[in-house]
């Protein structure tokens, strides 16, 4: 089994930043890790991923150039440093998890998420 504990959101400004983390535990070795995100009457969209071996990274187009994404050495906490904020990120954030080699899913670990709003 994976546990996927996600901190970070919070209410912020246009242009701010925030850092998202995520505490996986359990059975994590070769699983890649990302972040969705659905907003309110929106489907959950893929937002980044990590691979595990290599750290091979992927993003949605809307958030490249905005968005990092990175783990600790142990592999054992995943990072979403959120640049440039804009009202359209507001959503509520998921950590993910799954042996899949396709680093955009389907993922069969999910956090219960973490929620970011960003005010105009």
């Known amino acids: 089994q994976v546990q996927l504990v996600e901190s970070g959101g919070g209410l912020v400004q246009t242009g701010a930043s925030l850092r998202l983390s995520c505490a996986a535990s359990?059975?994590?070795?070769?699983?890649?890790m990302g972040w969705f995100r659905q907003a309110p009457g929106k489907e959950r969209e893929f937002v980044a991923a990590?691979?595990?071996?290599?750290?091979?990274?992927n993003y949605t187009d809307s958030v490249k150039g905005r968005f990092t994404i990175a783990r600790n050495n142990a592999k054992t906490t995943l990072y979403l440093q959120m640049d440039n904020l804009k009202p359209e990120d507001t959503a509520r954030y998921y950590c993910?998890?799954?042996?899949?080699?396709?680093?955009?899913?389907?993922?069969?670990?999910w956090g219960q998420g973490t929620q970011v709003t960003v005010s105009s």
């Open positions: 993910v998890a799954d042996s899949s080699t396709g680093l955009r899913g389907p993922y069969h670990y």
């Open positions: 990590i691979s595990w071996a290599v750290g091979v990274t």
């Open positions: 359990g059975l994590i070795s070769g699983l890649n």
